[in-house]
């Protein structure tokens, strides 16, 4: 059954709207003092969070296309990846304004002392690079390699939950929830598994 279009630009106002929310609920909060004694740092864990949670929405889209087949999850596909590097770079911007205060010059034993600082850069950096090549224009340009390129989304979010993993240190339930869902979300991108959902979709259907 086709929807008509204006479903579609409503759903994705929706999602803009949804990925907008929390950043302006922090901001009421901290210009509230409802943030806790450092409110700079309560920003920089909540909007880290949130990037990790729009990485992991992100690559589920491709394997709820799948099961369901509709068009609606691809249309979000390439908004929920910039809002990632938003936030990504918004957390950035937290910890130079509120953990370095723009002190450039700690940032060598800032690097020492926080080595998953490192990782989380090259996160940014991965991050920055599917940003910039998620136009039309760079998928023309590099044709096939442009998959390959985006399969590097994978790697990105290791790189984050490591970057976690590294922060947490003591309560490693919520750290593993994540990997669980990361892992689940790895898994279906094995070809032979995710051959298997349209499959399932049929099954679903038929049972239904
Ligand atoms: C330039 C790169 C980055 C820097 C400098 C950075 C820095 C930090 C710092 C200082 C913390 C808090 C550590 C503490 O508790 O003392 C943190 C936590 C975190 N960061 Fe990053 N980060 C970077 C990139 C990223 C990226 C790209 C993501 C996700 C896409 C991310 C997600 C997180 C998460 C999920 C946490 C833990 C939040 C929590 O404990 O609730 N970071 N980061």
Redesign the pocket.
Known sequence: MSMPAYIFTLWRASVFVAALVPLAWWGWQVANNMAGPEPG?YL???I??G??W??LFTLSLTPLTKLTRWKGFNLIRRQLGLW?LA??VL??TC??LF?LGLDWARLGSEIVN?P??I???L??LG?TALGATSNRWAMRKLGKRWKTLHKASYL?LA??LL??LW??RADMQ?WFV?ALVGALLMCLRIPPVSRTLPKLRQRLKQSA
């Open positions: 740092r920089l864990l909540n880290g969070l990037a990790l729009l990485l990632t936030y990504a957390h950035l910890y130079v953990i926080r998953y600082i990782v989380g850069m996160a940014l991050l990105i790189l984050v970057h976690f922060v947490v919520e994540y």
